[in-house]
């Protein structure tokens, strides 16, 4: 069960940001909006190596701030201890 906080986490919205932007930027060295004159092959893998960047980016600004995966380890942390 997730519980919804209600107050604005700035890091949280950073981290959140940061994926978005690393993310588009590689999908804009992809497709080559930015008309550089680089080997396709180059272009193709550092966009997609950017791309997922940004998505394991996105994915541990995710987990570091689910609150029901903070009170699931809490809760099994106590068990252990009784």
Do not use: C, W
Request: glycine fraction near 6%.
């Amino acid at each position: 069960m997730y519980n919804h906080r209600n107050k604005l986490n700035y890091s949280e919205l950073l981290g959140y940001i940061v994926a978005f932007i690393t993310m588009v930027g590689g999908f804009v060295i992809l497709i080559n909006m930015l008309k550089f004159q680089i080997v396709p092959f180059v272009r193709y893998t550092f966009g997609i190596v950017i791309i997922l960047i940004g998505v394991y980016r996105f994915v541990i600004t995710r987990l570091k701030y689910r609150v029901d995966i903070k009170e699931m380890t809490r809760k099994i942390m106590d068990d252990e201890d009784e």
